[in-house]
């Protein structure tokens, strides 16, 4: 059960790893945007800088906050888990173990 636990805690966390990068790359992309759009609309360039800017600095925050969430579940988990085979005993007391 605790190797599960520590399996979707990875997987969570490799997850997390490309959604940042598909972020990233994201918001790469709007930087390019946003150097066209500067240099065909110089008046409105500072407005959809700091637009473009706030989105990726909102989806930076909103990743950070979905992580640390399903970090800290899966831990809770993997702590429940281990508290509970303390309690049941050593293993090899007949049980099998995943």
Do not use: F, T
């Given at each position: 059960m605790i190797r599960r636990l520590?399996?979707?805690l990875a997987t969570e966390r490799?997850?997390?790893a490309v959604i940042r990068?598909?972020?990233?790359?994201?918001?790469?992309?709007?930087?390019?945007?946003?150097?066209?759009?500067?240099?065909?609309?110089?008046?409105?360039?500072?407005a959809r800088e700091n637009?473009?800017?706030?989105?990726?600095?909102?989806?930076s925050n909103m990743l950070?906050?979905?992580q640390a969430m399903h970090e800290e579940e899966l831990e809770e988990?993997?702590?429940?888990?281990e508290g509970a085979m303390e309690v049941a005993g050593a293993p090899g007391d007949g049980e099998i173990l995943e």
């Open positions: 520590r399996a979707k490799r997850v997390v990068e598909e972020l990233d790359k994201r918001a790469a992309g709007m930087s390019q945007e946003l150097e066209l759009v500067m240099k065909d609309n110089s008046g409105l360039r500072i637009d473009v800017r706030a989105l990726i600095h909102e989806n950070d906050a979905m988990d993997l702590v429940e888990a």
